[in-house]
């Protein structure tokens, strides 16, 4: 595989405005590593899911704006939210592989001096960090999570439609594993891994939506998981701000350590938690931060 020199990041909304912590993370991590990014004036992806299913066209159109800012520098893009992944890898192949649809949305994108041309590709943060190599990201690891038991979770949009995205096996995806063992800590197996956590379904039906992140938890804690590693905006927000609703729902009280990958990796580094912001999730994690040896 060629090495890429540089990525264009595309943090997407809900990171930068609403936890852009998690963006900062993944910054250090980036820069430790060497893995170099850039900035676009990118806009929403938009949505994969609502905006796509209402109108096809706009969100064909919104979504090869942002590619083609990539690639007028020739960059890939290195996306941090699961959502915005898929949306922009799905725009890419799609117009990549239907002349119709590609000529009808340059037509659109002429209006604003833009044009498609499916040159570049679009990568999600889990596959270049795997890609760059969990071996070799232990190199650097300077703190010891030797006796921490993760559960993982990668989040729907990650893995499908498995078919186009092929970022991972769809029904036991490794890579997020992976990284998190080179930390040293323990990726454990627990019943309801590849479940939604219900974030979605939230928007119109919260009980649910709480029932399947209760579901979740309950799992996990019972498998003895001292924290949820997790790769998407979404899911993140779901499982750190939901958690006395869900343990209401299912008569359970939920305390749990919610971190971004980024995050983990950036301790495992040895960075400062004040720096990282992790002083920003609602779930707080001075218990865990002191159990694990972070002042």
Not at 260 to 265: H, W
């Amino acid at each position: 595989m060629a090495k890429v020199e540089e990525y264009k990041l595309f943090p997407g909304c809900t990171i930068g405005n609403r936890i852009p912590f998690i963006e900062a993370s993944a910054r250090k991590v980036f820069d430790k590593l060497g893995i170099k990014t850039s900035d676009a004036a990118f806009a929403c992806c938009p949505d994969p899911v609502g905006f796509n299913s209402v109108d096809h066209t706009s969100w064909l159109a919104m979504g090869a704006r942002n590619l083609t800012l990539a690639e007028a520098e020739g960059k890939d893009i290195l996306s941090l939210c699961n959502g915005c992944f898929q949306t922009l890898k799905l725009v890419n192949v799609e117009l990549n592989n239907n002349e119709h649809e590609k000529e009808k949305i340059n037509k659109i994108l002429k209006v604003v001096g833009k044009e498609f041309q499916g040159s570049i590709n679009v990568k999600h943060f889990v596959e270049v960090l795997h890609d760059y190599g969990p071996d070799k990201i232990k190199e650097f690891v300077t703190h010891d999570f030797s006796g921490l038991k993760v559960a993982c979770h990668t989040g729907c949009h990650y893995n499908r439609p498995s078919e186009i995205v092929q970022t991972d096996d769809p029904m036991e995806p490794v890579k997020l594993r992976e990284l998190v063992a080179a930390t040293g800590a323990t990726p454990i197996d627990y019943s309801e891994e590849m479940l939604c956590c219900g974030s979605g379904v939230g928007n119109t039906e919260e009980a649910p939506s709480m029932q399947l992140l209760a579901n979740k938890f309950s799992s996990a804690v019972k498998a003895g998981a001292d924290v949820f590693v997790v790769i998407c905006p979404a899911c993140f927000q779901q499982m750190d701000t939901n958690q006395k609703k869900a343990g209401t729902q299912s008569n359970n009280e939920f305390k749990i350590p919610i971190l971004y990958l980024t995050e983990l990796i950036a301790l495992s580094f040895g960075m400062n938690p004040d720096e990282l912001g992790l002083k920003f999730h609602r779930a707080r994690l001075t218990e865990f931060l002191t159990k694990n040896g972070f002042k």
